[in-house]
């Protein structure tokens, strides 16, 4: 099934997001994504004394709410950082064709942080 949804990841990448998902417990995943209380990390992008990059996948499929995303861009206006959205990309953002303009970005940004 996973290879079915994934036609275009490498068959490395669908073995070990198999084995994720056979050690994956419900009750961490649903942890994960409802927090205790409203938070974000978002404000303290800020506080990163180095260049930073924040690549997010295209506005479909990314995980990262549009307001987080907001605050994100509030906090690093006027930093030392950059944020990219990736059109066509997905939140596995390493994986199949999302790959390439994912690497793409990277080396580029590192090219120009030497």
């Given at each position: 099934?996973l290879r ?25 995943v ?6 205790a209380a409203d ?10 004394g180095?260049?930073?990059l ?10 990262i ?9 509030a ?8 944020i990219v959205?990736?059109?066509?990309t997905?939140?596995n ?18 090219a120009?942080?030497?």
């Amino acid at each position: 099934r996973l290879r079915a949804r994934n036609p275009d990841w490498l068959d490395e990448d669908v073995h070990w997001k198999a084995l994720a998902l056979e050690q994956c417990r419900a009750e961490q995943v649903r942890g994960f994504f409802t927090p205790a209380a409203d938070y974000s990390l978002a404000p303290r992008l800020a506080d990163v004394g180095a260049p930073l990059l924040l690549l997010v996948a295209d506005p479909a499929h990314t995980v990262i709410a549009p307001e987080r995303l907001a605050e994100a861009r509030a906090a690093l206006a006027g930093g030392d950082a950059r944020i990219v959205e990736l059109p066509g990309t997905t939140h596995n953002m390493l994986r199949g064709h999302s790959y390439a303009p994912t690497m793409d970005a990277l080396m580029g940004w590192i090219a120009s942080n030497r």
